[in-house]
């Protein structure tokens, strides 16, 4: 599919996980990865526009506020790690990544060109996972950690944009 976007762009895959199934909307997980590896292709710091995908996996801990008064455990899922990345050097994955509960902040790229950040974060914050975006004027590292089966955690609701009309998308539910 990447040869079908008639950009100049070369993909090294690390693969470090034996997972085969990740459970995502498989339309945001798409758009997820070619916005991604589009955007980081054509960054300035992508040479020759070269980028480097290492899936991994890790764990995701969710830390519920709720739960830790009342001596509960935090939930924690198995998770898959996607580095991409103009760094050609194998990232290291942390056993775990923290989820806490407080309000996420809404996420406004400083460029034009980072808007694909934004998108990715909300896909990823969507299903429940951890964003951490590093950039320095050598390198651009995009760490994105999607549970691999995150149903409890999935924050978002799948519509057919048919079925969609305005006194359906404006109802008190959709405006929350």
Do not use: W
């Amino acid at each position: 599919m990447i040869h079908a976007l008639g950009e100049p762009m070369q993909l090294l895959l690390r693969n470090q996980t034996k997972t085969k199934q990740l459970i995502a909307d498989l339309d945001l997980f798409e758009r997820f990865l070619i916005i991604n590896l589009l955007a980081i292709s054509n960054s300035e710091q992508a040479i020759d526009h070269i980028v480097t995908l290492t899936i991994a996996d890790t764990t995701l801990r969710y830390n519920d506020t709720k739960a830790t008064q009342t001596n509960k455990e935090a939930t924690t899922l198995p998770a898959l790690a996607f580095f991409i990345s103009t760094d050609t050097t194998v990232q290291s994955t942390l056993p775990v990544y923290d989820i806490t509960d407080e309000i996420r902040f809404v996420y406004l790229p400083k460029t034009e060109e980072q808007l694909y950040q934004a998108e990715s974060r909300q896909i990823v914050q969507a299903h429940g996972g951890y964003v951490e975006i590093i950039e320095t004027k050598e390198n651009l590292t995009c760490l994105y950690v999607l549970p691999v089966a995150g149903e409890k955690v999935m924050h978002f609701k799948t519509y057919n944009p048919a079925d969609l009309t305005d006194q359906i998308a404006t109802t008190a539910e959709s405006l929350t």
